[in-house]
């Protein structure tokens, strides 16, 4: 699984440009990965993915989650205001998880 999240992430910088964080910079990419990680290892996000069983079956709502915390890990350089804002044990962030991939749902 990491290392799908790892191919997936590689993939979404070629896309997309950070302000803060430096696609080609392998030090910013090993703090994404590691933030990414500690979001996978959240007790929410675990039971959400269990619940989930389109999980890694639907390769665009798959996407989508990866997406979503590669956005979260992404929006703080700093590690104590990513600890702080980006609360990954909370609902309110599991349920922002649960309106983006809503939102792509109802696309397809």
């Not at 090993?30 to 675990?46: F, K, T, W, Y």
């Not at 079956?57 to 104590?80: P, Q, S, W």
Request: include cysteine; charge should be positive.
């Amino acid at each position: 699984m990491k290392k799908k999240v790892k191919e997936v992430v590689d993939k979404f910088y070629k896309f997309f440009e950070m302000n803060v964080f430096d696609p080609n910079n392998e030090k910013h990419k090993m703090i994404v990965q590691r933030r990414i990680n500690m979001m996978m290892g959240s007790p929410l996000l675990i039971q959400w993915l269990k619940e989930s069983t389109w999980f890694n079956k639907d390769e665009k709502l798959t996407h989508e989650v990866i997406k979503y915390l590669i956005n979260c890990a992404t929006a703080f350089l700093n590690e104590k205001e990513f600890i702080e804002k980006i609360d990954f044990n909370s609902k309110d962030w599991i349920e922002g998880l649960d309106v983006r991939v809503s939102s792509v749902s109802k696309k397809n």
